[in-house]
């Protein structure tokens, strides 16, 4: 059973490029949601969704985009990359609302 | 005030020890409580959800008390295994709200 799967692990952007973090989940959840991680620090919601073709803003979605085409999949896209997006990006997917969350095993991202 | 509020440790206690955890949140009302653990550069993953009565798997205990807005997890007779990071989730669901808060983590060293 692979739960969620997410790619790439690791990344390495040069300032200004763009980038999309892939995300899987084959548990049939409802619910999906991106998520950053800075060292020392909570995590902070990007963009989550409740169900294919319905997305909504999180606490930080400020230079990310997000769709859900379909229920399995979710990505993530960076646009114009800041070294401020520097961090470890976790997909996770629940089956709703205050049920139990599954992480991805997280994607490092560094932008120089 | 923060939404979610948790003493960031390190929690450095012997094999053996007990060792309490609490957590505070601030939407009085929320519906659901976990503790997830989260290693060393790895995902969170829930280590147990939180319910009103309070709840025991093994060595580990979690309470709710709504009146105070606190959860807290108890760890008995603490191995090496449970260093990590123990992260406090609490949940809202809403006529077209959902808010699903992480509070930043405790981290728990336990010694040799």
């Known amino acids: 059973n692979a739960g969620v799967t997410q790619t790439p692990k690791f990344r390495i952007l040069k300032i200004g490029q763009s980038m999309t973090l892939q995300c899987t989940q084959d548990m049939n959840h409802n619910y999906m949601y991106w998520y950053r991680q800075d060292p020392g620090m909570g995590l902070k919601l990007i963009y989550y969704s409740v169900g294919a073709g319905i997305t909504d803003k999180g606490e930080v979605p400020n230079g990310y985009n997000v769709s859900r085409s379909t229920t399995e999949d979710f990505p993530l896209r960076l646009e114009l990359a800041a070294p401020s997006q520097t961090s470890v990006y976790f997909c996770a997917s629940s089956i709703r609302a205050g049920n139990t969350i599954y992480f991805g095993e997280g994607s490092w991202l560094t932008v120089v | 005030r923060k939404e979610v509020e948790q003493d960031p440790g390190p929690f450095n206690v012997p094999e053996g020890a007990t060792v309490a955890f609490n957590c505070t949140y601030s939407?009085?009302?929320?519906?659901?409580f976990f503790w997830y653990r989260q290693d060393c550069r790895k995902e969170p993953k829930l280590l147990m959800s939180?319910?009103?009565s309070g709840n025991e798997d093994g060595r580990f205990t979690a309470q709710l008390n709504r009146a105070s807005q606190y959860i807290s997890l108890l760890i008995r007779d603490s191995k090496l295994s449970d260093s990590a990071s123990y992260l406090c989730?609490?949940?809202?669901?809403?006529?077209?709200?959902?808010?699903?808060?992480f509070g930043k983590g405790t981290k728990l060293s336990v010694i040799p």
């Open positions: 939180v319910y009103s």
């Open positions: 989730v609490v949940a809202y669901s809403g006529a077209g709200s959902y808010q699903l808060t």
């Open positions: 939407n009085s009302a929320s519906q659901s």
